[in-house]
């Protein structure tokens, strides 16, 4: 069973590299070097994707159980 502080943990996980994603696509539009977008593309979204399918995951299968 998975308990309330385990599915907040997961989100705040999941928050966390959203966040990071966006500072290092943030900092990728301020650097303009032809290497900066491999950063902005692979890093950066990487970090988003990650973070927004652990986000969703976190949702869908949240595995808690009923209440009776």
Same mark, same amino acid.
């Given at each position: 069973?998975?308990?309330?502080?385990?599915?907040?943990?997961?989100?705040?996980?999941? *928050?966390? /590299?959203?966040?990071? !994603?966006? +500072?290092?696509?943030?900092?990728? &539009?301020?650097?303009?070097?032809?290497?900066?977008?491999?950063?902005?593309?692979?890093?950066? *979204?990487? /970090?988003?994707?990650? !973070?927004? +399918?652990?986000?969703?995951?976190? &949702?869908?299968?949240?595995?808690?159980?009923?209440?009776?």
């Amino acid at each position: 069973m998975l308990s309330v502080n385990q599915l907040e943990k997961r989100r705040q996980v999941a *928050g966390i /590299l959203i966040v990071l !994603g966006l +500072v290092i696509e943030a900092l990728c &539009l301020i650097w303009a070097t032809p290497i900066a977008f491999v950063i902005f593309v692979a890093i950066g *979204g990487l /970090l988003m994707f990650i !973070g927004i +399918v652990l986000f969703l995951y976190s &949702l869908v299968f949240n595995l808690e159980a009923p209440e009776r």
